[in-house]
RNA sequence: GCCGCAGUAGCUCAGUGGUAGAGCGCACCCUUGGUAAGGGUGAGGUCGGGAGUUCAAUCCUCCCCUGCGGCACCA
């Protein structure tokens, strides 16, 4: 048998027959080594301490001390043991996938009765014993003809077809653990005692579609997490428990923003305090857009269907529209009509009325749009994703040249007002074209080259999203990653070659005829609504100073100091400072607590001693500590603060 | 839209096949208190909507609506 070298890390060799195994090498090592690997890194693949290496080779050996392996180990063994429990419980429960995820694993499968809580707490238990029973794991590669007979036999038809899918080319592994037994490509642990029993937790069970197809069977999806150890499992839950603290939906009600009802499922109802943040936002946004070269229009909001036909939004999307009917009175027939879910082709029409010359362009055209798309009950959530909502849309008409100029332009913009937001950074992901899209493979060319090089030169990195873009051109998307790691797209810019041609824009070039401009969909916001979800979520309610909706409360500790706190309010609020009085028979603890919890910035608490000083002691949200200002100091810091970002 | 779970006072939530409960909030009274809940009294409910079973339904069954967690969708 021939021999071969490992390189070790540290740069030492060893030399093994060919076929020697991971595990064996470990042991070889030590003893402990031995008990302790989980996998091997083989040539930077990550690699089963049962899989034999056959060529010489750089290794190193894994224990649970290196995490990033080990947890990927550790999840995807917990999905195989989660999965065996399932059948130990339920026998004629059918085993479907089992990926690892972010944090953990999740297990699909199909079974006629619904899993229910008490069912994760069984499942979990059984589990623990499976772990503690230390079965080693042992692994086979087998024919797909062997593999597709045995799950034939056993009733999985849902192995044989992924088996089926599986190109035919590669080998295929079989694991047991016990007497379970799972197709899977590995690698696993050694046995099923090195999974931590007590770091990792069930957490729901929901419905999935097999192979994320909604036309295909709905299976049921049990998620679980899990980690190295307790205290890393505590940290994750502790986690989600702070992140529940900021839900909008929570902070929305406590803060006395919006409220939302069942006869307006997916629409806000804005209240006095949120519609303070929306205006604000508004009134930044539009002197941003005033800067940045835009004009700004209105257009209706209930269309005739025959625009929407003709801008082709009938034929694909009319089941997401809100379809207005009007039985006019002596009308031969009904009109038809719907609200607008975007406002491209109303800002087309607006385009369209009068001859453009090549000098209008690049021609912007903002529009603060409030929208409606049927959108399917099970898509809403709080204000992040609603059936009613304004957008801070624009489209850009264009020459075809003049579309990376634009997009470079655009992204500076975008950079900018996340910055004034507080949003340091953002990432870009660019969608090239789908298989189902309008317009010519050159047309897409040009389009997907023009905004991959004006995203390169205005100093953005992209990811690729294949295939992603809309039917009518690429699209590139802004992410905004909040305080506690989640992810949000907001902004998004599309070229579109498709709309200009179906709604007949044009405009007088140099040479006297007519050409057809190309339009640059784009949003920076997204949505007013999920913005300030985002922002509400992203400082857990504690907004700045500016966007903030009451930003003072002055409390009165006695009600002798109540003409004095009148006269604070005043000031403030003469010095553009939303000020408000609070002059209840309450103790100023109360006054305190009430305001804390109502997330206002700035409490300015005054007595006795303030009225003789002219003075108020301030408290800031979130200090413990309060300090003693004049009136005319706090009036002109807080004034400061209260100007937006752009206007300092 | 699909799967599962839920809906009781303004909010958070107990509860029972036969008169509906708490805390907070709200109103009034006492208290003038110095930085995260001072005390008392009181008002407040078609128990999400509809049908059924039952002598009797907030409770059991079915349908619908809305919300929540996912999946699918997101021009």
């Known amino acids: 048998m021939s021999q071969i070298t490992l390189t070790f890390p540290d740069g030492n060799q060893r030399h093994y027959a060919a076929g020697i195994t991971p595990a064996e090498v470990?042991?070889?090592?030590?003893?402990?080594?031995?008990?302790?690997?989980?996998?091997?890194?083989?040539?930077?693949?990550?690699?089963?301490?049962?899989?034999?290496?056959?060529?010489?080779?750089?290794?190193?050996?894994?224990?649970?001390?290196?995490?990033?392996?080990?947890?990927?180990?550790?999840?995807?063994?917990?999905?195989?043991?989660?999965?065996r429990a399932v059948q130990e419980i339920w026998p004629d429960v059918k085993v479907t996938i089992g990926p690892v995820i972010e944090n953990g694993w999740y297990y699909d499968f199909d079974r006629t009765e619904p899993f229910t809580p008490e069912d994760l707490g069984l499942i979990?238990?059984?589990?623990?014993?499976?772990?503690?029973?230390?079965?080693?794991?042992?692994?086979?590669?087998?024919?797909?003809?062997?593999?597709?007979?045995?799950?034939?036999?056993?009733?999985?038809?849902?192995?044989?077809?992924?088996?089926?899918?599986?190109?035919?080319?590669e080998p295929l592994r079989m694991y047991w653990h016990g007497d379970w037994q799972d197709l899977c490509r590995g690698p696993h642990l050694q046995h099923t005692g090195q999974v931590p029993a007590d770091a990792f937790k069930l957490m729901s069970v929901a419905g999935a579609y097999w192979r994320g197809d909604?036309?295909?069977?709905?299976?049921?999806?049990?998620?679980?997490?899990a980690f190295l150890n307790k205290e890393d499992l505590r940290a994750y839950l502790n986690m989600l428990e702070e992140a529940a603290k900021r839900d909008h939906r929570k902070l929305g009600r406590e803060m006395n923003l919006f409220h939302m009802q069942p006869e307006a499922p997916g629409q806000v109802f804005w209240h006095p305090n949120?519609?303070?943040?929306?205006?604000?936002?508004?009134?930044?946004?539009?002197?941003?857009?005033?800067?940045?070269?835009?004009?700004?229009?209105?257009?209706?909001?209930?269309?005739?269907?025959k625009l929407w036909e003709a801008s082709g939004h009938w034929e694909k999307y009319q089941e997401n529209m809100f379809i207005v009917e009007v039985d006019e009175e002596h009308a031969r027939e009904k009109a038809v009509n719907a609200l607008k879910p975007m406002n491209c082709p109303c800002h087309v029409q607006i385009f369209n009325?009068?001859?453009?010359?090549?000098?209008?362009?690049?021609?912007?055209?903002?529009?603060?749009?409030?929208?409606?798309?049927?959108?399917?009950?099970?898509?809403?959530?709080?204000?992040?994703?609603?059936?009613?909502?304004?957008?801070?849309?624009?489209?850009?008409?264009?020459?075809?040249d003049q579309i990376e100029a634009e997009t470079k332009r655009f992204i500076d913009?975008?950079?900018?007002?996340?910055?004034?937001?507080?949003?340091?950074?953002?990432?870009?992901?660019?969608?090239?074209?789908?298989?189902?899209?309008?317009?010519?493979?050159?047309?897409?060319?040009?389009?997907e080259e023009a905004l991959k090089k004006a995203t390169i030169s205005a100093g953005c990195d992209f990811t690729l999203n294949p295939g992603e873009g809309a039917f009518y051109g690429p699209k590139l998307e802004f992410v905004l990653t909040d305080a506690i790691g989640r992810d949000w797209q907001c902004g998004t810019l599309q070229v579109d070659f498709v709309l200009p041609e179906r709604l007949e824009a044009n405009f007088i070039a140099e040479d006297g005829d007519k050409h057809r401009p190309v339009m640059l969909h784009r949003a920076c916001l997204g949505s007013f609504e999920r913005f300030i979800g985002i922002l509400i979520e992203e400082h857990a309610g504690k907004l700045p100073f500016w966007l903030a909706p009451r930003q003072v409360v002055v409390a009165a500790i006695v009600t002798d100091a109540n003409d004095y706190v009148l006269e604070v309010v005043e000031a403030l609020k003469s010095a553009g400072v939303r000020a408000e009085a609070d002059l209840r028979n309450e103790k100023i603890n109360y006054k305190v607590r009430e305001h804390s919890v109502g997330k206002v910035p700035v409490i300015l608490a005054c007595g006795m001693r303030e009225v003789e000083e002219n003075s108020v002691t301030?408290?800031?949200?979130?200090?413990?500590?309060?300090?003693?200002?004049?009136?005319?100091?706090?009036?002109?810091?807080?004034?400061?603060e209260a100007t937006p970002p752009d206007l300092r």
């Not at 693949?45 to 080779?57: C, E, F, L, R, Y």
């Open 26 to 83: 470990a042991s070889d090592i030590s003893t402990s080594l031995g008990k302790k690997a989980v996998s091997a890194s083989v040539n930077g693949a990550h690699w089963d301490v049962q899989w034999p290496i056959t060529n010489d080779s750089s290794i190193a050996i894994n224990t649970l001390k290196d995490s990033e392996p080990a947890l990927e180990l550790i999840r995807h063994d917990l999905a195989h043991i989660m999965a």
């Open 274 to 305: 949120g519609w303070k943040i929306f205006t604000t936002l508004q009134d930044y946004m539009r002197r941003q857009q005033t800067r940045g070269g835009y004009v700004e229009v209105n257009t209706p909001q209930v269309l005739d269907r």
């Open 618 to 640: 301030v408290r800031k949200l979130g200090e413990k500590e309060t300090y003693s200002r004049s009136l005319a100091e706090i009036t002109t810091e807080l004034s400061t």
């Open 353 to 400: 009325q009068g001859l453009k010359s090549y000098r209008d362009l690049p021609l912007r055209m903002a529009e603060f749009g409030s929208c409606a798309r049927y959108e399917p009950s099970g898509a809403l959530h709080g204000i992040m994703r609603v059936r009613g909502f304004v957008q801070d849309d624009a489209h850009i008409f264009c020459r075809p």
């Open 124 to 169: 979990e238990k059984k589990m623990k014993d499976i772990i503690n029973l230390r079965d080693p794991v042992r692994t086979e590669v087998w024919s797909r003809e062997d593999a597709i007979a045995h799950y034939e036999e056993n009733n999985e038809p849902y192995k044989v077809e992924l088996i089926e899918a599986i190109p035919g080319d």
């Open 214 to 225: 909604s036309n295909r069977a709905m299976l049921q999806r049990i998620y679980g997490v």
């Open 413 to 447: 913009f975008l950079s900018n007002v996340y910055k004034d937001l507080g949003f340091a950074s953002f990432s870009v992901k660019f969608s090239d074209r789908p298989e189902t899209r309008a317009g010519s493979d050159d047309v897409w060319d040009r389009a």
